[in-house]
């Protein structure tokens, strides 16, 4: 088993491990740095996990940004009443970041 870290990003929580790809909200980062560092929530290493206060200090979990600003799927919302000449359609597609999770230290 390897080691597992819980990491937020966009007030959101991932669990993430070593070499695994992950879609998060949008970040906002400089072009000429692709390296994106997080401190973990709790860390999990065969028996031993380790739990933060609300964050692990002394550990990082670094990722590397594969693709920055790319969009989702469209979600559509329909609101309708019959009778009443009321239809509304509305659309939005949410923006991410995919990250690619190198070390957790």
């Not at 979990?61 to 509305?90: C, F, G, L, M, P």
């Amino acid at each position: 088993m390897s080691k597992k870290a819980v990491v937020i990003s966009g007030n959101k929580q991932y669990l993430v491990e070593e070499n695994t790809v992950i879609d998060v909200e949008l970040l906002h980062i400089d072009a000429d740095n692709r390296i994106v560092e997080f401190k973990p929530l709790l860390i999990i290493d065969n028996d031993n996990i380790e739990v933060g206060k609300p964050y692990l200090d002394k550990n990082i979990v670094t990722a590397e940004v594969v693709n920055e600003d790319i969009q989702d799927d469209k979600v559509t919302s329909i609101r309708y009443k019959a009778k009443k000449r009321v239809h509304t359609v509305k659309g939005h597609r949410q923006h991410k970041t995919i990250l690619k999770i190198i070390k957790i230290s």
